[in-house]
């Protein structure tokens, strides 16, 4: 495409951050540094560098088996309950290794909540939903109205304020997702993994789970995996692009490609195969 | 590869955005060639011409925002949709430059003229032709170092067209060809903006290639760029 | 061919007349399997029938009342009764606990290697064991070594013994129908394995264990070789009152009675068979109602 003089030196300082000389990001949420996750000695995903910020939505694509769901699921120690999973390289969170054999995964989850693709409400009352996680953290002090400032900030408040004890499976898709967002935001985390929130959402749902997490991004850090790429367009601050391929000794696994500001990789990626992947002219 | 359909339309929009190229560059040509061998037959059908070059720019409109509407391109697809729409006004608007030639000779097919003039019409037209060809090549093979020709070959056109009014001032003793003259200050000033236009299309080639936007010639700050460009 | 034309020669190459034949054949399919429904409904209903046409009369409140007797007119299956129903009190109580505590540690808590894999498939083989295996070992360890003597708490816990396996089984099955989902929601929220099991996975399956459990006490309310072998007693003319009683069950009354020359007490054993199948058909009916209500489609 271009030639070799008039391409822009790529900063590789500046890949790492995600953007060229952003400066007032102030600092990483996470700080990923040659991640690689396997699964039983098979490689999932590997070659991991990147920061991400905080207050910030960053969105993980890719096409299927580029590992960015196996990725997602590093930074909150999801991983730990698949037999296997093993996880080599760096990932800190706030400056502290999430793996070293101090750290207690149960309490990195409260403060690293997620939100899953299928909505997964326990099958229990709305209120009992949210008061499940404040309980085994011990948040009980004004139980009330810590559930009704969950549901508020996830946007479902109004929508279900007249009976808390309802079912959560009699609500709809988008709203039980709405749940599941607010059960996360009830333990006060400070980040918010989400893994394809939307996908098995219609599209009136998912614009409405879009907006909110445009408004929870001033308090949260958020991270995003998702399929569509018109989404993380639309939402996300960075995107990163993940794809699979085959290492040097032919074992085909996941791999970070790319990792820019979100107009960026949509107007002008540099890397050929970001712009195959994003144009659609990938396979 | 998916997403065929999409290609083949973006190709087809390419195509015939080089049409059209081809059709205003001959356009102009007939025009100034109608101004010079004082041709009215050829002058009326460079004004004639002038509805295909407008359906052709309408159809590159309208098939272009469908193409925004339904495939939403992004990265390089949407820079290059963003190319052909810029260029299909930039080309249309030479095809008007020639309409604009041909009139100016109908209306003064009568008077005198001075060959000194046209020649120095000639030599103008000889100059901004190749622009077009130029940058319309530049765009079909996606050639950085073609786009930033332009921004020499524009050069000569500015000082050709400024040399225009001294050479019509020296026709100030005679008023019918001073009428003529100031009339072929028009045509000259229509090859320059021609000459523009082209160099406009150029930069949005180079955007296509670089993904940055660098004005090739600044009237404010005549810049100097080299190959470090983009 | 015009458009007329064609729909026409679609429509006669579909109206082949094998619809009919289909029809006839489906139907003398139906018709045998029918038959085959019918002749163990047609046995069970005659057995049925018998059963209530000799017992009806002598069900009455003494009968549920009054002790044995030598006078078959009198005979009551009291005792008997709470017996049984003592004898299945103390087994949910007993197996319910343990069974649920297996069932747990075996799907959520237990390592997948080879060993758990072993301990599974036994505790399944364990379910066909003949029951009067089960009365052997109770007499041996219960009675004998942990001093139980013959009573009702030995009785509960070698049924205890028997029914475990099924419970354990539709424990598991309960706890592995709780979808991951519903953990992994848990964890995600920063609960430990043990919170999630007792708060989440455990409540999600209860249904679905309740199920085994009444199924298996339905088994369980029917044996009679165990608690014979443990020395439940033939001839009671007392009632239980407490868990180290000497005691006797429905079963074992029915076929003392079934056994005697009178001809008279094959009216009163038949009323023993008509109340113990009612109690078994109650239990059924709720583990039934219990499932329908409660269960959770996932």
Request: charge should be negative; hydrophobic fraction near 45%.
């Given at each position: ?6 391409r ?16 007032e ?9 040659d ?20 207050n ?20 909150n120690r ?33 403060h ?46 109004d ?14 898709g ?13 333990v ?22 879009e ?12 991270v995003?995996?998702?399929?569509n ?53 990938f396979? | ?47 004639a ?30 820079r ?30 009568d ?7 046209l ?10 032709r190749?622009m ?7 765009f079909?093979?996606r ?58 299309i ?29 | ?28 399919f139906?018709l045998?399997?029918l ?20 017992g ?13 007797s ?17 004898l ?5 109580a ?100 043990w ?23 339905s ?18 003319n ?31 054993a ?10 078994l ?7 039934i ?10």
């Amino acid at each position: 495409m271009v030639s070799e003089e008039t391409r822009v030196r790529v900063d590789v300082e500046a890949l790492r951050r995600g953007g060229k000389g952003e400066d007032e990001l102030g600092e990483p949420v996470f700080q990923l540094r040659d991640l690689e996750a396997s699964y039983s000695g098979k490689t999932a995903v590997r070659g991991v560098t990147m920061d991400i910020p905080r207050n910030r939505i960053t969105a993980l694509i890719g096409p299927s088996g580029c590992g960015k769901s196996t990725l997602i699921r590093c930074l909150n120690r999801m991983n730990d309950l698949i037999p296997g999973a093993k996880v080599e390289g760096t990932a800190l969170y706030h400056s502290q290794d999430l793996y070293d054999p101090a750290v207690d995964p149960v309490e990195v989850r409260r403060h690293i909540g997620m939100v899953f693709q299928k909505p997964n409400p326990f099958p229990k009352s709305i209120h009992e939903n949210i008061a499940f996680g404040l309980r085994v953290n011990k948040m009980t002090d004004e139980l009330g109205h810590r559930v009704e400032r969950a549901l508020r900030a996830a946007a479902l408040w109004d929508e279900v304020k007249r009976d808390l004890k309802q079912n959560a499976l009699a609500l709809s898709g988008g709203q039980q997702q709405r749940l599941c967002i607010a059960r996360a935001i009830a333990v006060e985390p400070d980040t918010i993994l989400m893994d394809e929130p939307c996908s098995a959402l219609d599209p009136i749902a998912t614009a409405r789970i879009e907006d909110l997490m445009g408004e929870l991004k001033d308090r949260y850090s958020i991270v995003i995996v998702t399929h569509n790429m018109q989404q993380a367009a639309r939402v996300s601050d960075r995107t990163a692009f993940l794809t699979a391929e085959a290492d040097e000794a032919g074992h085909r696994s996941g791999l970070l490609v790319e990792y820019d500001r979100t107009d960026v990789i949509f107007t002008n990626p540099e890397d050929k195969r970001t712009e195959d992947y994003v144009t659609g002219r990938f396979g | 590869m998916a997403r065929i359909h999409f290609h083949e339309e973006l190709e087809q929009l390419e195509l015939d955005i080089l049409g059209m190229g081809e059709l205003c560059e001959r356009a102009v040509g007939r025009a100034v060639g109608a101004l010079i061998e004082h041709d009215d037959a050829e002058a009326e059908g460079v004004i004639a011409g002038d509805d295909e070059i407008d359906e052709k720019y309408m159809s590159v409109e309208t098939r272009t925002l469908q193409v925004m509407a339904l495939q939403t391109p992004v990265a390089g697809d949407l820079r290059l949709i963003s190319v052909i729409l810029h260029t299909d006004l930039h080309l249309e608007r030479i095809g008007d430059m020639a309409v604009n030639i041909a009139k100016v000779y109908r209306s003064v097919h009568d008077l005198p003229s001075s060959q000194m003039i046209l020649e120095h019409i000639q030599e103008m037209s000889d100059v901004v032709r190749p622009m077009i060809r130029t940058a319309m090549e530049a765009f079909r093979r996606r050639d950085l170092n073609l786009c930033l020709r332009l921004q020499e070959m524009d050069d000569p056109v500015d000082r050709l067209n400024l040399g225009m009014y001294k050479e019509v001032a020296a026709l100030a003793e005679d008023p019918s060809l001073l009428n003529w003259g100031l009339r072929m200050i028009l045509v000259a000033r229509q090859l320059e903006r021609v000459g523009d236009h082209s160099v406009d299309i150029a930069e949005q080639v180079g955007f296509l290639l670089t993904g940055e936007f660098r004005e090739f010639t600044d009237a404010s700050h005549p810049v100097n760029i080299g190959p470090d460009v983009g | 061919m015009n458009a007329v034309a064609v729909a026409g020669k679609a429509a006669s190459s579909i109206a082949t007349g094998k619809r009919a034949e289909r029809s006839l054949r489906a139907m003398v399919f139906t018709l045998l399997l029918l038959l085959c429904m019918l002749v163990g409904f047609v046995v069970l209903t005659t057995l049925l029938v018998d059963v209530l046409q000799k017992g009806i009369g002598h069900l009455n409140r003494e009968f549920l009342t009054n002790l044995d007797s030598r006078i078959a007119s009198r005979a009551g299956i009291y005792p008997a009764l709470l017996g049984s129903l003592w004898l299945m009190g103390l087994t949910a109580a007993i197996s319910f606990p343990l069974g649920i505590g297996a069932a747990v540690y075996l799907e959520e808590f237990a390592p997948r290697n080879r060993f758990t894999a072993f301990l599974e498939v036994n505790i399944a083989n364990l379910a066909a064991v003949p029951s009067i295996i089960y009365g052997l070992l109770g007499l041996a360890v219960f009675v004998r070594a942990m001093e139980m003597g013959r009573s009702i708490l030995a009785g509960a816990m070698t049924l205890t013994l028997l029914i475990l396996p099924v419970v354990i089984v539709a424990s598991r099955e309960a706890l592995r129908a709780v979808p991951d989902y519903i953990r992994h929601g848990a964890y995600a929220v920063g609960a430990t394995q043990w919170q999630t099991v007792w708060r989440q996975t455990l409540p999600a399956a209860l249904p679905g264990t309740m199920t085994g459990m009444i199924l298996g006490l339905s088994r369980a309310i029917g044996e009679t070789a165990p608690l014979i072998t443990l020395g439940a007693l033939t001839y009671v003319n007392f009632a239980p009152t407490g868990p180290l009683d000497r005691f006797t069950a429905m079963p074992i009354q029915i076929f003392n009675w079934v056994s005697r020359p009178q001809s008279e007490y094959q009216q009163v054993a038949a009323a023993g068979i008509i109340l113990l199948l009612a109690v078994l058909l109650t239990m059924n009916a709720v583990a039934i109602f219990l499932r329908n209500r409660y269960e959770r489609k996932w």
